[in-house]
C-alpha cells in the first residue's frame, strides 16, 4: 500500500554514455556514479589555492601521454579488424579473406611493436606521476575535513549503472553535484570525468561526452 | 527510525521539569495516557495537504477510538518541508509557542483548518496573529516566543530528530517499532493499532 505524502526528495535517472574504441557513445554499464551534496571541484581548487608549492609541470607527460594516444588507437584499431577477419575467415575458406587477415596480421604486429616503444618511452612519466602523488598527498591533506564541513548533515548516494548504463538515485532536497569518472576507451592515459551540477528540475540527467571532460590520468 | 524514539523519549522524561529552564513542549504536544501501552509519533507538516487531511479526516476517528480510550497515546513532531512549503516553518514555531501556552492542539487544528488561506501568503504573520487571537493565547507571551528563537530550535530539533530517524516525508509515522511513511488510511491504521495492542496484552498475560 503506497500511501500519499508531501515528500521533498527526489528520484533521479543517470544515463551514463561513453565512446567506446571506435568512438562510439554507447550505453557504460558498471560505472559508479555518485550524488555529492557539495561540489568538489570548488573544494579541490580552495585547496590547491592555499598550496604551499606550486603544482609539478605536466608538459612532459603530456606529450608522452600524446605519443602514446597514436599507437595505443592503431593496435586497437586493427586488433578489432583483426578480430572481424578472423570471424568471417572460420565461416569461409575464401583466399582473398585469408590474405586480408595475414595482412591484417602483419600489421597489427607493426603497431603492436610500435606501440611497445612508445610504452618504454611513456615510462618517462613515471618520476612526474610520483611528484605529483606527493604534491597532491601535501596538498589535499585537509580534505577530509573540508568535504565534513562542505557536506554538513547530508551523505553521498551512490549506485552503480545496470546493463543499459542507467543508475539510480534517491536524494534529499538540496544542492547535490553527480560525480562520476571512467575509463577512456580510446586512451589508458586519460579518464572520464563528470562533476554535473543536478538541475533543480527534471528527474534524469545523461553523463555522456558532452556533459563530461577528458581528461589526463597522471 | 529507531533514533526518533530515544530523543522523542528523552523528551518526554524531561517534560515534568518543563517549568524549568529551556524546557521542550513535547509534552503539550501529546495526547492520551501516559500509561497507554502503544505510542504514535507523528510527524507532520502543517503546509502539507495530505496530513492536513490525515489530521481532520483520519485523526479525529482515531483519537475516539485509541487515544481517549487509553489504549494509545500521541505525539506529534514537527517536520516542516521548508524546501516545498514555505510557511510550515513559521506556522510549526506558531504551534510550538501555542504548545507553551498548552494551546497546541486548539492551534493545531485550526492552522490545518486554515491552510489554504495561509499556505500561499507571501508573509504569513498577520494570519498567524489573527488565529493565535482565536485561539485565545495570550499575545505578549506569544510575541516574546516568536521572537525569542527558542521555539524555532525546538522546530529544528524536531525536524533534525525525524530526518535522522529516516522519515523524508509527510505525514510519517513510528508505530513501537514500525515506521509507516504517508497519510496511512483509517483501516490500515486500526489494523495496526489492534495488532500491537493485542501484541503488547499477550506479552502481559
Known sequence: MLALACDPSRDVTVRVALPDAAERVLPAPGIAVVALPYDRDSLIR??????????????????LFAAFRTPFASVARVSYEVRALEDSARASADAALA???????????????????????????????????????ITYKGWDSLVKQAAGRYTAVTDTTDATGVARLHLLPGRWWLYARSFDAADPNREWYWNVPLPAQGDTVVLDPSSGARRPRY | MRALAPLVAAALAAAPLAAQAAPGTIAQRTKGSATAPVTVYEMSDFQCPYCRRFALETFPALESEYVRAGKVRWVFVNLPLTQIHPNAAPAAILAVCAAQQRRFWPVHDVLFRTQATWAPLKDPAAFFRSLADSAQLDRSALDACMTKGEAEAEVRADAEGAARAGARGTPSFYIEGLFAPGAVPLEAFRQVLDSIGAAKAAARK
Open chain 1, 46 to 63: 580552495r585547496l590547491e589555492a592555499a598550496a604551499t608549492t606550486p603544482r609539478p609541470a605536466t608538459a612532459v607527460a603530456d606529450s
Open chain 1, 99 to 137: 590474405q586480408r587477415l595475414a595482412a591484417a596480421r602483419a600489421r597489427l604486429a607493426a603497431a603492436q611493436a610500435a606501440l611497445a616503444t612508445a610504452r618504454t618511452r611513456l615510462a618517462g612519466a613515471d618520476s612526474l606521476r610520483a611528484a605529483l602523488r606527493r604534491w597532491e598527498d
